[in-house]
């Protein structure tokens, strides 16, 4: 298993501002993962964050809009950039392990962004 | 286009009964499921999962049915208890260890005492 722990749980910003969210695993994992909940709606992969290397992003998400960074195996961070009031959502960074023969992902309790 | 769907938003059952979560993909290529469990303020924790060389996989309480050629898999919780009461996702990916998961848009579940 893997704990996970986010900050800020939670904030409320200004459109136009960024906001850095971190991440921290209290193991070493290859891949980490962000993701946004956007209200009412489902997980979203965000990008795949690979220490040393650059983040991978999915269709419709941008390194200059939600830049990642992976210094080490048990840290991560997400950048939500230059937000609106479109940027509010749920966001989770999450781990994948394999473990009795199945993946898992674990995931952080989230942060809780509303931009004004 | 949503390739997870679930389908009920929200659903009530009586403790004790049978709660029964449906979940329909449209992608025939998936073939590994899973079904997270998420309580407000936390973020969403793994309850069983499913690949596709089975139809049934059962862990205590929770028993999760595929069905492939209807593209439709239901988590059983037998019997409900107050303390499952929160939001259900199920998720799918192309195989175990790809990682990549697609998400439904969660059934809000609550058991009531």
């Known amino acids: 298993s893997a704990v996970i722990s986010q900050k800020p749980s939670r904030d409320i910003c200004q459109r136009g501002t960024s906001l850095t969210i971190q991440c921290q695993v209290d193991s070493q994992v290859t891949m980490m993962f962000w993701y946004r909940q956007q209200p009412g709606q489902s997980l979203t992969l965000i990008a795949t964050a690979n220490q040393g290397s650059e983040a991978t992003y999915e269709s419709g998400f941008v390194i200059d809009k939600f830049p990642i960074s992976r210094p080490n195996l048990t840290f991560s961070t997400l950048t939500v950039s230059n937000m609106s009031p479109e940027d509010s959502s749920i966001y989770l960074c999450s781990v994948d392990t394999w473990a009795s023969g199945y993946n898992e992902q674990f995931f952080g309790p989230g942060t809780r962004l509303t931009v004004l | 286009d949503q390739q997870v769907k679930q389908n009920s938003p929200s659903l009530s059952v009586q403790e004790g009964r049978i709660s029964i979560l449906n979940c329909d993909y449209t992608?025939?290529?998936?073939?590994?499921f899973l079904w997270y469990k998420k309580y407000p303020a936390e973020g969403p924790t793994f309850l069983i999962s499913i690949s596709s060389i089975k139809d049934k996989n059962e862990d205590g309480r929770f028993t999760v049915f595929l069905n492939k050629s209807a593209k439709h898999l239901s988590l059983h919780i037998v019997p409900s208890q107050p303390g499952d009461s929160a939001v259900y996702f199920c998720a799918a990916s192309l195989a175990s260890g790809t990682y990549k998961y697609i998400f439904g848009t969660g059934t809000r579940l609550k058991v009531l005492a």
């Open positions: 992608n025939s290529m998936f073939d590994y």
